[in-house]
């Protein structure tokens, strides 16, 4: 399994990645009783799957329904949705934590170069009220390799965000600000900043704490708000233990190790290619130890060069914390 894992984080071709994913979808399929009980549902013999074209994805849903797993290791962490009052919560048992940290690492510095004396601002009231958030473990570890001494999270205090961001500002330091949509909107209606060397990230969500907007006001209002030229984001989730990341406009790329395709609205077992709406399917090859194959409920765009844009949810979809722009 140790080289697996290795062979994950070092894909660098196309080929390496078409041989690791049947290596980690035989591994599931024969581990993840879960998966292989859909699979047997839907008439897949996983021998006979020579492609990851063939591979079949497993519904999102049921990680709310089921416990996901690949390893008979105990768990080290679960991490849970957020999820409204009334909603069931998804579950994602984690039985090695360093996979995620390694993945979010790595991914990170290939996107930022390293953190090592950035300072990481976080702005994520909503997700620093519950237990289980995978982003606040991310984050929380972000933070601490920074090394930086004004790194750190903010809820509500928005006077005292503003002064550490005019300081650094006024110091020259690369500064990264994380934040859930709805508390950035918060931030800058009673704060601007004039900051165009700061990358605003964000998370997506307004949590129900305001109306969805579509994502070209959004990043208008924050990009007027901070005084900056475009607004980063990140495309994760409580099912994933990897992230994607847009530099703007809304266009994300992936690391090495996942892939994002497309499905047919109509026929969800069919792949559809070319510049067309379709369902999210993520391939995240850091799940290893849970499933790697997954069928979001997001609808999205993917583009030659395999980055891709996320156009909204399916109408029957439940409404999840991460991504919730309507495009």
Same mark, same amino acid.
């Given at each position: 399994?140790?080289? *697996?894992?290795?062979?994950?984080? !070092?894909?660098q071709?196309p080929d ?5 994913c *049947? ?12 998966? $292989? &009980?859909?699979m047997t549902h839907?008439?897949?013999v996983?021998?006979?799957?020579n492609?990851? &074209?063939?591979? %079949?994805y =497993? %519904?999102?849903?049921?990680? $709310?329904t089921?416990d ?6 105990? @768990? ?7 999820? @409204?009052?009334?909603m069931?919560? !998804?579950?994602h048992?984690?039985t ?17 170069g390293?953190?090592?004396n ?16 995978? =982003? ?8 601490k390799?920074?090394?930086?001494p004004?790194?750190?999270y ?7 965000l503003?002064e ?9 330091? $690369? ?5 859930v949509?709805y ?10 900043i004039?900051?165009?060397e ?12 305001r109306k ?11 990009q007027?708000?901070?005084g ?8 994760g989730?409580t ?6 990341? !847009?530099y ?7 690391? %090495?190790w ?7 609205t109509?026929?969800? *077992?069919? =792949? +559809? ?5 379709? /369902? +999210?399917n993520?391939?995240d ?13 997001? *609808?999205?765009r993917?583009f030659?060069?395999g ?7 399916f109408?029957n979809?439940?409404?999840? /914390?991460?991504?919730l722009?309507?495009?």
């Open positions: 399994m140790k080289d *697996l894992i290795e062979q994950i984080f !070092s894909i071709t390496q990645f078409e041989n690791t *049947l290596e980690v979808f035989y591994h599931q399929a024969k581990h993840c009783d879960t998966y $292989k &009980a859909y839907l008439g897949v996983p021998e006979q799957v492609h990851t &074209a063939d591979i %079949p =497993l %519904p999102i849903a049921f990680f $709310k089921h996901i797993l690949s390893s008979e290791d105990a @768990t080290e962490i679960i991490f849970s949705s957020s999820g @409204t009052t009334g069931s919560q !998804s579950r048992y984690v090695d934590v360093s996979i995620y940290e390694r993945s979010f690492n790595q991914a990170f510095e290939q996107f930022y390293k953190i090592e950035t300072c990481i601002l976080a702005l994520l009231p909503s997700y620093l009220e519950r237990d289980g958030s995978s =982003l606040i473990y991310m984050v929380d570890a972000l933070i390799r920074s090394k930086h004004d790194s750190g903010f809820l509500h205090n928005h006077t005292e503003h550490k961001l005019s300081n650094l500002k006024k110091n020259g330091t $690369k500064t990264i600000l994380i934040g949509t508390a950035l909107l918060d931030f800058i209606e009673a704060n601007q004039d900051f165009p700061l990358v605003v990230m964000e998370t997506g969500g307004m949590k129900g704490k969805e907007m579509v994502r070209e006001e959004l990043h208008h209002l924050l007027e708000g901070f900056v030229s475009a607004i980063h984001s990140e495309y989730m099912e994933l233990l990897s992230q994607a990341y !847009s703007g406009l809304g266009i994300f790329d992936c690391p %090495p996942m892939k994002i395709l497309l499905r047919d109509n026929d969800p *077992l069919s =792949l +559809i290619t070319g510049p067309k709406t379709g /369902g +999210i993520v391939i090859l850091a799940n290893i130890n849970s499933c790697s194959f997954i069928a979001t409920q997001d *609808l999205g993917v030659e060069d980055s891709f844009e996320v156009l909204g949810r109408d979809a439940d409404i999840r /914390g991460c991504n722009l309507v495009g």
